[in-house]
């Protein structure tokens, strides 16, 4: 199974007062701008997933949701495991259970999915030496069976680079 990490397009800063509740800061116009050309280079450098899971967090849906306008990946699922504390080996064990999936996305934050990142390919208690840029992807293929430790990371994609492939 090849599992694909999207860490959510650049987002609005911080800000009590128009986002009480941090869990509905929206991306920046700039932010969508730059995704919309991120996921069209992905769709040129990556076969699409099955299935994208995505955090509820306005950011990294409207993400989610930018990968499918404009990649034609499938419309994201709400996965809540991949909210803000986020525990790798939970996620893990829920990626081993999706049954049948070839590919699997998961957008979602930082440190999470740096987290997630690590542990999968380094094992446990690995956190904090990995990190994806907003925008960016990684690409892990697990082989036979997810779980800490047993992924491989087959490519890194900064959005610099995923946008070059859209021009």
């Given at each position: 199974?090849?599992?694909?990490?999207?860490?959510?397009?650049?987002?609005?800063e911080?800000?009590a007062?128009?986002?009480?509740?941090?869990?509905a800061r929206?991306?920046k116009?700039?932010?969508?701008?730059?995704?919309?050309?991120?996921?069209?280079?992905?769709?040129?450098?990556?076969?699409?997933?099955?299935?994208?899971?995505?955090?509820?967090?306005?950011?990294?849906?409207?993400?989610a949701v930018?990968?499918?306008?404009?990649?034609?990946?499938?419309e994201p699922?709400?996965?809540?495991?991949?909210?803000?504390?986020?525990?790798?080996?939970?996620?893990?064990?829920?990626?081993?259970?999706?049954?049948a999936?070839?590919?699997?996305?998961?957008?979602?934050?930082?440190?999470?999915?740096?987290?997630?990142?690590a542990?999968?390919?380094?094992?446990?208690?690995?956190?904090?030496?990995?990190?994806?840029?907003?925008?960016?992807?990684?690409?892990?293929r697990?082989?036979?069976?997810?779980?800490?430790?047993a992924?491989?990371?087959?490519?890194l994609?900064?959005?610099?680079?995923?946008r070059?492939a859209?021009?």
């Amino acid at each position: 199974m090849d599992v694909f990490l999207v860490r959510h397009a650049l987002a609005q800063e911080r800000d009590a007062e128009k986002w009480p509740d941090d869990r509905a800061r929206p991306l920046k116009p700039s932010g969508i701008r730059r995704f919309r050309s991120i996921a069209r280079g992905l769709a040129r450098l990556a076969t699409a997933p099955d299935v994208v899971w995505s955090s509820r967090l306005a950011r990294a849906w409207h993400t989610a949701v930018i990968l499918h306008e404009e990649a034609a990946w499938p419309e994201p699922e709400a996965c809540t495991l991949i909210e803000e504390e986020l525990d790798p080996a939970r996620v893990l064990r829920a990626i081993a259970r999706a049954g049948a999936i070839e590919r699997l996305a998961i957008v979602g934050h930082a440190p999470g999915l740096d987290d997630l990142a690590a542990t999968a390919v380094l094992g446990p208690r690995r956190n904090g030496l990995m990190r994806l840029r907003k925008g960016g992807v990684a690409c892990l293929r697990f082989e036979p069976r997810p779980g800490p430790g047993a992924a491989e990371l087959l490519w890194l994609a900064s959005p610099t680079l995923l946008r070059a492939a859209d021009e």
